[in-house]
């Protein structure tokens, strides 16, 4: 059964600070990993895509690299603002055709200003 | 890009009574639609996968009679709790997949309906 960690649960750093939020799954079967953000009471917000067959992913300060092989997700935010403040989320989705993602455990952020 | 709505976004009711929330995918074809349930707190749980025109597929632990989901056409699913109680009470999200072949690696989200049962 796929299990979905994220490290750390929560976060508070002051603004500027590079970040790495860590997400790691127990099967490496997956097809692809999605990374998303939640402001409080809200939806979710997808931040990037990464295909089973790609490394990372790039938007704006946001970097996602995805190592499959040893069950291994990073979010890397750059030079992080207030506006950051949410819970981001990783999810796995299992295989081609079920398209079912499996969410992990969340990581809160405060940013400081 | 996709967007997909949800309705109503908050709901509060007295135990024992139906409640049916909507989603609909407003300028895409939703083949697969996704319910989620969230509690305070916590990550987004996987309830059942609805497929347009075929009955849902729920995961393990939901009680299919408890949640009815429909999905009657491309762009619209529902899911009813019926006879609410108190432990009902959560953040329910839904998710919608497209047909075509760029829309079927990503689901899109709704902005969730929150229900309190009194």
């Known amino acids: 059964k796929q299990e979905v960690t994220q490290i750390p649960a929560a976060l508070s750093v002051p603004e500027g600070e590079n970040l790495v939020l860590n997400c790691s799954f127990t099967d490496s079967a997956i097809y692809n990993l999605q990374w998303f953000r939640q402001d409080p009471g809200k939806g979710l917000t997808s931040l990037l895509l990464i295909q089973s067959s790609q490394r990372e992913q790039t938007s704006g300060r946001l970097n996602a690299s995805l190592d499959k092989s040893s069950g291994r997700s990073t979010l890397y935010i750059a030079a992080s603002q207030p506006g950051d403040s949410a819970t981001y989320l990783c999810a796995v989705t299992r295989g081609s055709g079920t398209y079912k993602y499996i969410f992990g455990t969340g990581t809160r952020l405060k940013v400081l200003a | 890009g996709a967007v997909v709505s949800q309705h109503p976004s908050w709901v509060i009711c007295k135990s024992g009574t139906s409640v049916k929330i909507e989603c609909r995918s407003l300028?895409?074809?939703?083949?697969?639609m996704f319910w989620y349930r969230q509690f305070p707190k916590q990550s987004l749980m996987l309830m059942a996968t609805s497929n347009e025109g075929s009955k849902a597929t729920y995961e393990q632990g939901v009680e299919k009679d408890k949640f009815l989901i429909n999905h009657a056409s491309l762009t619209l699913s529902t899911l009813t709790v019926t006879s609410a109680h108190p432990e009902d009470s959560s953040f329910y999200i839904c998710s919608a997949r497209g047909s075509g072949t760029r829309d079927q690696e990503t689901q899109y989200f709704g902005p969730g309906t929150r229900l309190l049962v009194l």
């Open positions: 300028d895409f074809q939703a083949t697969t």
